[in-house]
């Protein structure tokens, strides 16, 4: 149980376009799901907590109209990059807590590997 | 806001001894300690977690010790497998359900 998927799993895409990630918890229901970022050789920095159906709460210096989030379902949760720039090029990891079967821990998704070129 | 630092940054053992990672947090309101281990390319893996009303927790080759009056708690692997070569985070939880902040990770190298 508690098994939380992403797609796609990776994703090349030209400078100046835009690209959506997806995140669902497969086998629970999400009140809240993290969004995380990780570049080559270094941890994990939370970008943003999305919150059914409201607004998604961003960490300090991450651009929350360039990192658009949705989570319009206790399910499914979408980070889009909008007008993409290779610095953006990264490896995207979500997660989800299962608030009814351990409220503590937060499960990962497999990570979405976005090249820009 | 919370800072978790983690040592050392790298570290390399001979298969079947013991490893230890070491991880000291910021804020005295944290209360929950879990740590992942992520192979390359994989998702982050937990692997064991500790509470802050608890000073000690194992499971099987692995443990975690909690020091919350120094504000630190260490991983300790024994009989360590070329297995567990991977990186491993440490991460603080400032309130229940919240968001991590994650150390900046511990490669570990187990030598057959």
């Known amino acids: 149980g508690a098994v939380v998927s992403q797609h796609p799993s990776w994703v090349i895409c030209k400078s100046g376009t835009s690209v959506k990630i997806e995140c669902r918890s497969l086998?629970?229901?999400?009140?809240?799901m993290f969004w995380y970022r990780q570049f080559p050789k270094q941890s994990l920095m939370l970008m943003a907590t999305?919150?059914?159906?409201?607004?998604?709460?961003?960490e300090q210096g991450v651009e929350k109209d360039k990192f658009l989030i949705n989570h319009a379902s206790l399910t499914l949760s979408t980070l889009t990059v909008t007008s993409a720039h290779p610095e953006d090029s990264s490896f995207y990891i979500c997660?989800?807590?299962?608030?009814?079967?351990?409220?503590?821990?937060?499960?990962f998704g497999p990570g979405t590997r976005l090249t820009v070129t | 806001g919370e800072n978790v630092e983690q040592h050392p940054s790298t570290l390399s053992v001979q298969e079947g001894d013991s490893a230890v990672i070491k991880c000291t947090y910021s804020?005295?309101?944290?209360?929950?300690f879990p740590w992942y281990k992520q192979e390359l390319g994989k998702r982050p893996q937990l692997i064991i977690d500790?509470?802050?009303?608890?000073g000690e927790k194992k499971d099987q080759r692995i443990a975690v010790t909690l020091n919350k009056t120094a504000k630190h708690f260490s991983l300790h692997i024994t009989e360590t497998q070329p297995e567990d070569s991977a990186v491993y985070f440490c991460?603080?939880?400032?309130?229940?359900?919240?968001?991590?902040?994650f150390g900046p990770g511990t490669r570990l190298s187990v030598l057959p």
């Open positions: 997660s989800a807590r299962d608030e009814g079967r351990a409220p503590y821990e937060q499960y």
């Open positions: 086998d629970f229901q999400a009140t809240t």
């Open positions: 999305s919150n059914e159906g409201s607004k998604a709460t961003y």
């Open positions: 804020d005295s309101a944290s209360n929950y």
């Open positions: 500790i509470r802050s009303n608890v």
């Open positions: 991460a603080a939880s400032i309130s229940y359900g919240q968001n991590f902040v």
